[in-house]
T-cell receptor
Framework: DAGITQSPRHKVTETGTPVTLRCHQT?????MYWYRQDPGHGLRLIHY???????DKGEVSDGYSVSRSKTEDFLLTLESATSSQTSVYFC?????????????FGDGTRLSIL | GENVEQHPSTLSVQEGDSAVIKCTYS??????FPWYKQELGKRPQLIID?????GEKKDQRIAVTLNKTAKHFSLHITETQPEDSAVYFC??????????FGKGTRLSVIA
C-alpha cells in the first residue's frame, strides 16, 4: 500500500540490545508515523514526522527515538530494548498539508524482546 | 487532546445481518473520521472516511454517519459476509494533530 516497505518483518532480540526498524516509502508522502499495536490497546502512536528532520513525539514515545534524513526513510530506534517493547510495529504515511488525510500502512514488524 | 472511544469491543452477527460500530470523540475541532479494517495478521486498510462537512457517506455495503453535535460517528455494514470478519478501527483528527484511533472492534460474521 502506497509503496511502503518495513524491514525487518520479524526480529527476536535480547533485553538491553539496540534495535532499529526501517520504513521506506516510494510515494513521496510528507508525513510518516510509527505505531505499536498490542492486544486491547489498538494502534498507539510512538513518533511521527512532518518532513525531513522534522519529528515529534506521540502518545507512547518513552524508550524510542526516530530519525528522518530523507523523505523516503523513517527509522525507529529502541536504544536499549525491554520486554515491554515486544509488539507489532506499523509504519504509516500520509500526504497533503495536514494530519486529516488518509494514512497508508506498511505490513508491520513483529518484534520480540526476550 | 483528542480521545476516541469505540463500542462494542466485540460483535457477532449472523451472515446477512447488519453490523453497527459506534465511536465518540472529544475534540469538537476534529473534522476527519476514517475507518480501517484489519484482517488477522495483516495491516490496517482504509475502508471509508468522512469529513465534517458531510453527514453520511456510502460505498456499496458500507456507510458511515456523523453527528457533529453529539460528537459521534458510526460504521454500518449491511448484508454481512464471512469476509467482513476482522477488527475495525475508527479514528479522528482535527488536521493539526495526528489521528487518534479507537481501541478496535472485533467483528465475527457467523455463516
Amino acid at each position: 500500500d502506497a509503496g511502503i516497505t518495513q524491514s525487518p518483518r520479524h526480529k527476536v532480540t535480547e533485553t538491553g540490545t539496540p534495535v532499529t526498524l526501517r520504513c521506506h516509502q516510494t510515494e513521496n508522502h510528507r508525513y510518516m508515523y510509527w505505531y505499536r499495536q498490542d492486544p486491547g490497546h489498538g494502534l498507539r502512536l510512538i513518533h511521527y514526522s512532518y518532513g525531513v528532520k522534522d519529528t515529534d513525539k506521540g502518545e507512547v514515545s518513552d524508550g524510542y527515538s526516530v530519525s528522518r534524513s530523507k523523505t523516503e526513510d523513517f527509522l525507529l530506534t529502541l536504544e536499549s530494548a525491554t520486554s515491554s517493547q515486544t509488539s507489532v510495529y506499523f509504519c504509516a504515511t500520509s500526504e497533503g498539508q495536514g494530519f486529516n488525510q488518509p494514512q497508508h500502512f506498511g505490513d508491520g514488524t513483529r518484534l520480540s524482546i526476550l | 487532546g483528542e480521545n476516541v472511544e469505540q463500542h462494542p469491543s466485540t460483535l457477532s452477527v449472523q451472515e446477512g445481518d447488519s453490523a453497527v460500530i459506534k465511536c465518540t470523540y472529544s475534540d469538537s475541532a476534529s473534522n476527519y473520521f476514517p475507518w480501517y479494517k484489519q484482517e488477522l495478521g495483516k495491516r490496517p486498510q482504509l475502508i471509508i472516511d468522512i469529513r465534517s462537512n458531510v453527514g453520511e457517506k456510502k460505498d456499496q455495503r458500507i456507510a458511515v454517519t456523523l453527528n457533529k453535535t453529539a460528537k459521534h460517528f458510526s460504521l454500518h455494514i449491511t448484508e454481512t459476509q464471512p469476509e467482513d470478519s476482522a477488527v475495525y478501527f475508527c479514528a479522528a483528527s482535527s488536521g493539526n494533530t495526528p489521528l487518534v484511533f479507537g481501541k478496535g472492534t472485533r467483528l465475527s460474521v457467523i455463516a
